[in-house]
């Protein structure tokens, strides 16, 4: 849990970001730069495609970051058995940490039940052998629509709510993070994704009610080098932690 002032610097910056390598053309080296940067700067965790994890499990042993990967990834539409099936295949493989992608069409065609009945099949797979978290990529929805979504995730009660996969038309906003987060109890995170390449944003989210990042590993390193170059600029401004932090 972070402290009870938490200064966005370069020795913070990643313990509240997931590092990834999650694109189609990632390959067995980026995997292994992923890992090699996650255990040298101490990121939450690593999240790579499901048939990558035998081998991040690997390279993370004995590292404190923990194992994830995505579910129903990027487009949510994979019948819910298949799913539920994934999710079993990634923790027989060793993932710690679940993202779900949950099915757009189906919550943009009002059957919000089918929505939460899936997120629970996948939950209830997992039975607590992993953490989860919920994408709802807030790019295709409107505002009603990001509530009705995070009414569902909350019903398996996710550690948190992820605002997008990377993979949609538009980057994450300030004001995305703002309405997801009004929009979940306290006990439920934000992890903001999508698009987050500059500190200021980063900064603008963390106000906004972020307490989890989402970044590709080339961007949060350049993030991080970015962070360590200003630090002779003297501690940012001291906010309240992000919470919670599981």
Known sequence: MPSEHFVLDAASFPAVVDISAVQASHDEADVRRLAGAAVQHGFVSAHVLGHWVPLLRQLLEGSATRVGAPVGFPSGGTPSALKVAEAQQLLRSGAQDIDVMINVGRLLSGQDGYVRDELRAVSDAVAGAAGIKVIIEVAYLGPEQVRRACEAACSIAPSHVKTATGW????????????????????????????????????????????????????????????????QDGPQRKRNPPRPDG
């Open 168 to 231: 949609a038309a538009r980057p994450t906003s300030v004001e995305d993070v703002r309405l997801v987060r009004r929009c979940l109890p306290p006990e439920i995170g934000v992890k903001a994704a999508g698009g987050i390449h500059d500190v200021g944003l980063v900064q603008s989210m963390l106000e906004a009610g972020a307490t989890r990042f989402g970044i590709g590993a080339a961007s949060a390193l350049e993030l991080l080098r970015r962070l360590q170059a200003t630090a």
